[in-house]
């Protein structure tokens, strides 16, 4: 069954710092794609970036990385300089194939981040 | 502009009674979602359409019902089967086997 580990349930970061948010995922197999979200206190999810599996090089959109370590099956989130708008849950999702060939996303339980002044 | 509009924003009923949640899109998107949020958990489906007419169980449909009459809509129905049906919905919809999920801004439903 597909899986996602998101160990840190908040993280703290000044702003104009760079941050990086953790996920490790678990699936065997060979054909997935990795997620983030971020969710504002107002509920809607947003996209923010994503990384196929087959995918040779780390997504990047804007100020937001994908650390792609597919050995490791981690899919770890940087976001440079960050914002105060960043404050945020942060969801890292995994789609894969169920057992009826459906491919559906599974969330991990998120990292809710801080950015202080 | 085109999007996913959940209606209402805020629910509340009590215990006992069926709800229903819309969920209206105008992206022209095949398959569409719905998820349940708990506080300190991720998203878990509930149930999800492929298309007009057809929808299948997600994880967690015990307690629930959905329809897919138009393409346009997927309304969900939390039953008073449902043990605990205070949560976060979701709903959500894609182009089938693309990496483009829209989702809607959620109701949140409390049940009293």
């Known amino acids: 069954a597909q899986k996602i580990t998101q160990t840190q349930p908040g993280m703290f970061v000044q702003e104009k710092e760079a941050v990086t948010l953790d996920c490790t995922y678990d699936t065997s197999d060979p054909s997935y794609g990795l997620f983030w979200y971020k969710q504002p206190s107002s509920g809607e999810m947003i996209f923010l970036i994503y990384q196929g599996s087959y995918d040779q090089q780390n997504a990047t959109e804007g100020r937001y990385s994908l650390n792609f370590q597919k050995a490791r099956k981690s899919a770890n989130l940087v976001i440079s300089a960050s914002q105060l708008g960043d404050s945020a849950m942060y969801f890292c999702a995994m789609r894969a194939p169920s057992n009826t060939g459906f491919q559906k996303l599974v969330f991990g339980t998120g990292t809710r981040l801080l950015v202080s002044p | ?112």
């Open chain 2, 1 to 112: 502009d085109g999007g996913i509009t959940q209606s209402p924003k805020y629910l509340f009923r009590k215990e006992g009674q069926n709800v229903t949640l819309s969920c209206e899109q105008n992206l022209n998107h095949d398959a569409m979602y719905w998820y349940r949020q708990d506080p300190g958990q991720g998203l878990r489906l509930i149930y999800y359409s492929q298309i007009v007419n057809d929808f299948q169980k997600g994880d967690i449909a015990e307690g629930y019902s959905v329809s897919r009459e138009k393409k346009e809509s997927f309304p969900l129905t939390v039953t008073s089967a449902q043990k605990n049906p205070t949560a976060f919905y979701l709903c959500a919809s894609s182009i089938p086997d693309s990496y483009g999920y829209t989702f809607g801004s959620g109701t949140r439903l409390t049940v009293v």
